[in-house]
T-cell receptor, first 115, second 114 residues
Framework: EPEVTQTPSHQVTQMGQEVILRCVPISNHLYFYWYRQILGQKVEFLVSFYNNEISEKSEIFDDQFSVERPDGSNFTLKIRSTKLEDSAMYFC?????????????FGEGSRLTVL | KQEVTQIPAALSVPEGENLVLNCSFTDSAIYNLQWFRQDPGKGLTSLLLIQSSQREQTSGRLNASLDKSSGRSTLYIAASQPGDSATYLCAVSPTQTSGSRLTFGEGTQLTVNP
C-alpha cells in the first residue's frame, strides 16, 4: 500500500541551527501538509501546499519556516534558526484531490530535538 | 475558532468489551471528520473518514457516527483486543477547497487488558 515516508526519523540539533525535514508524499497526491505535535499536546496544523505554492498556513508558521517541493517527489520543511520550543514531532501528510474525500495520509514523523 | 474535545482522556477496559469514544466540535460547518490511531512515538494511521453528508462509516470492528448538527462523533470499537491499545484522535476539516486543515482533539488513550 502506498505510504508517506519521512526522513530523518530523529534529528538532534543545537539552537540556532538550520534543519531540513524531508517527506516523500504518496505519488498521485496533490495536496501536501506539515503538522507538528509537541510532546503531550495536540497535533497542530502548520502549512498546506498545492500547485507549488502555500495554500494555507497557521500562525505558528512564521518567517523561520519555509516549505519547498524541489522536485517531483520530495516535499521539505526548513526551519532556519531553531529554537528550543521547536522541539516536536513533525508529521508530513498528503491527500488526493481526485478522490474528493479529503482523506489525509500521514507519515511516521520526524522527531526534532533542539538543545 | 474550531475546538475539538475528546472524552474520556483515557480508558482502560478488559479484552472483549465493546467501547465508545467520544468527540465533540464547536463549529458544525465541517467538510469531514476523520478518526486516527496513534501508537506511542509513531505516526497517525487513518481509521475512518466521514463526510459531512454521511451519518456513519464502518470498517471491520470499527464504526464511526457523525451528528453534525450537535457537533458530535463517536467511534465504536466492538470486541476490543489488546492490539487496539493506542491513542485515538479525531480531527475535523472545515472545507475542501482550502485543503484539509485538520483541527485535532487531544485524543483518548485506550488500554485493552488481556
Amino acid at each position: 500500500e502506498p505510504e508517506v515516508t519521512q526522513t530523518p526519523s530523529h534529528q538532534v540539533t543545537q539552537m540556532g541551527q538550520e534543519v531540513i525535514l524531508r517527506c516523500v508524499p504518496i505519488s498521485n497526491h496533490l495536496y501536501f501538509y506539515w503538522y507538528r505535535q509537541i510532546l503531550g499536546q495536540k497535533v497542530e496544523f502548520l502549512v498546506s501546499f498545492y500547485n507549488n505554492e502555500i495554500s494555507e498556513k497557521s500562525e505558528i508558521f512564521d518567517d523561520q519556516f519555509s516549505v519547498e517541493r524541489p522536485d517531483g517527489s520530495n516535499f521539505t520543511l526548513k526551519i532556519r534558526s531553531t529554537k528550543l520550543e521547536d522541539s516536536a514531532m513533525y508529521f508530513c501528510a498528503s491527500s488526493s484531490r481526485r478522490s474528493d474525500t479529503g482523506e489525509l495520509f500521514f507519515g511516521e514523523g520526524s522527531r526534532l530535538t533542539v538543545l | 475558532k474550531q475546538e475539538v474535545t475528546q472524552i474520556p482522556a483515557a480508558l482502560s477496559v478488559p479484552e472483549g468489551e465493546n467501547l465508545v469514544l467520544n468527540c465533540s466540535f464547536t463549529d458544525s460547518a465541517i467538510y469531514n471528520l476523520q478518526w486516527f490511531r496513534q501508537d506511542p512515538g509513531k505516526g497517525l494511521t487513518s481509521l475512518l473518514l466521514i463526510q459531512s453528508s454521511q451519518r456513519e462509516q464502518t470498517s471491520g470492528r470499527l464504526n464511526a457516527s457523525l451528528d453534525k448538527s450537535s457537533g458530535r462523533s463517536t467511534l465504536y470499537i466492538a470486541a476490543s483486543q489488546p492490539g487496539d491499545s493506542a491513542t485515538y484522535l479525531c480531527a475535523v476539516s472545515p472545507t475542501q477547497t482550502s485543503g484539509s486543515r485538520l483541527t485535532f482533539g487531544e485524543g483518548t488513550q485506550l488500554t485493552v487488558n488481556p
